[in-house]
């Protein structure tokens, strides 16, 4: 009696613009777009940190500028080491936190208008911030602190709002637009409420600027978010389940009431830690992870690429803030306003309401 031949082992199935990056024993699929899209705002980001800690009212060599990060002797030093390089680094880390905020939140509501400075948790942030200064609390360190403590109250209301025996993510929207409107009415009664000159201290940071910004904040917010990478690094992975149905995510074992708790509060304390450190800079929570996805043509937002680009658009917008209408500075909050604001109108134009609406109008008003 002769035994039958031993089937041969099925191939792998490989899916589609996945690549195999073998490190010693093991082995992780890589998106290879995704992955040169990651190079490539890496270097992008590279430059501009680069170019932020160059220019100024006066030119720094870029080799002497790279003395002074590298700690070696410079007479740049003050220029670099103590003006522009914190500065910078309040810029890169609150602009990768706000990407990465954005990110989770608009997975979670699976929405692209859902970011953080839209659905009032930066409004939160900013009220409790503002009136911390009103009542005579100027101390940057603990800024950041109130900003969390502002952004979860903000968050834990629209969440209790728009609660009707489930989460709808358009109610959930609008609820938050509606929250964040009342919360800038209460941020303004706290201005007109202090003293002018803590007014205007607080009209300054409500704008988002990242002038007079230095290590006293640079180290905290670092601190905080490499606390923080941990969760992010289970986000990352969180997030997939998420991007499902709910039918299919359930029947993989996934606690999905739990996943999106702790994908938004993640992204809560992010953005309000950011906007504590840097103030609400509008539109890069909203802008990053939207660009990343389309960059990237992933299935959901990725989470790195959505830090590379947040924190890209803030250094950058730094950068021109402080040379466009040079001696003047702009805050930063300015010019990417001016950027994500456009953005925000074409995405309610181009969302379905927009298509249907524009669709209607050709026809007269038939369907």
Request: with cysteine; aromatic share 4%; charged share 10%.
């Amino acid at each position: 009696m002769t035994s039958a031949p031993a089937a041969a082992p099925r191939p792998r199935v490989r899916p589609a613009g996945y690549a195999v990056l073998r490190v010693r024993a093991a082995a992780f699929l890589v998106h290879r777009r995704a992955a040169l899209t990651a190079l490539a705002l890496t270097v992008l980001l590279a430059a501009a940190c680069l170019a932020s800690l160059c220019v100024g009212a006066s030119f720094v060599a870029p080799a002497e500028a790279l003395k002074v990060v590298l700690g070696r002797p410079s007479p740049d030093t003050l220029v670099v080491g103590t003006l522009r390089e914190p500065r910078m680094v309040v810029g890169l880390l609150a602009g990768a936190a706000l990407g990465v905020a954005g990110a989770l939140v608009q997975t979670v509501a699976r929405n692209a208008l859902a970011s953080p400075d839209v659905i009032g948790i930066s409004q939160g942030a900013s009220a409790l911030t503002v009136g911390a200064l009103t009542f005579g609390v100027t101390s940057y360190t603990a800024l950041p602190y109130l900003s969390v403590l502002g952004g979860v109250a903000a968050a834990a209301l629209v969440y209790a709002v728009a609660w009707r025996r489930g989460l709808h993510a358009t109610r959930f929207v609008l609820v938050g637009i509606g929250i964040a409107i009342a919360l800038r009415s209460v941020t303004t009664l706290f201005m007109t409420k202090g003293d002018y000159l803590v007014a205007q201290q607080a009209q300054i940071w409500m704008t988002g600027s990242l002038n007079g910004r230095g290590w006293a904040e640079a180290n905290p917010l670092g601190v905080v978010l490499l606390a923080l990478l941990p969760c992010v690094l289970w986000a990352a992975r969180a997030q997939r389940a998420v991007t499902l149905d709910d039918d299919t995510a359930t029947a993989l074992g996934t606690r999905l009431g739990h996943v999106r708790l702790g994908l938004v509060l993640l992204g809560v304390v992010l953005a309000s830690v950011a906007t504590g450190a840097a103030g609400p800079v509008d539109f890069v929570a909203l802008l990053a992870p939207q660009t990343a996805r389309r960059l990237t043509g992933t299935a959901q937002i990725p989470l790195g690429c959505s830090a590379l680009l947040g924190a890209l658009t803030v250094v950058l917008a730094d950068l021109a803030a402080r040379r466009l209408f040079s001696p003047t500075e702009l805050p930063v909050g300015v010019l990417t306003a001016a950027v994500g604001a456009p953005y925000l109108i074409w995405l309610i134009v181009r969302g379905p309401g927009g298509r249907r609406s524009a669709r209607t109008a050709r026809t007269g008003g038939t369907t």
